[in-house]
């Protein structure tokens, strides 16, 4: 059973940065896909950014510009480095690993909370 392990959330002042890591327990380049979604209180989750095992990245438009997905095979880690932080980013925010190139992922981790202060 592989296990996700996020960090780096926090609180922050809106315009600040954080970044995010998502360490697996086995090794990433088994999956096709790995991302991480967010999850506002009283919203659906969405889809933040995703990355393929050959590092295409896709993202969200609301984040296109100021967050960066990248991925360290040697750690089985991905990272999310997020700047210019805005309120409407407060969320949990969820790792998740799998096969699927466009559907829902099979692992995912505990989340962990980012909030932007105004």
């Known amino acids: 059973q592989v296990q996700l392990v996020e960090s780096g959330g926090g609180r922050v002042q809106a315009g600040g940065s954080l970044r995010l890591s998502c360490a697996a327990s086995g090794s990433i380049l088994s999956f096709n896909r790995m991302a991480w979604y967010r999850q506002a209180p009283g919203k659906e989750r969405e889809l933040v950014a995703s990355i393929t095992r050959d590092r295409s990245t896709n993202y969200a438009d609301s984040v296109k510009g100021r967050f960066t997905l990248s991925r360290d095979n040697g750690k089985n880690t991905i990272y999310l480095q997020m700047n210019a932080l805005k309120p409407e980013d407060t969320a949990v925010y969820y790792c998740?690993?799998?096969?699927?190139?466009?559907?829902?992922?099979?692992?995912w981790g505990q989340g962990t909370q980012v909030t932007v202060s105004s």
């Open positions: 998740a690993a799998g096969w699927s190139w466009t559907g829902t992922l099979d692992y």
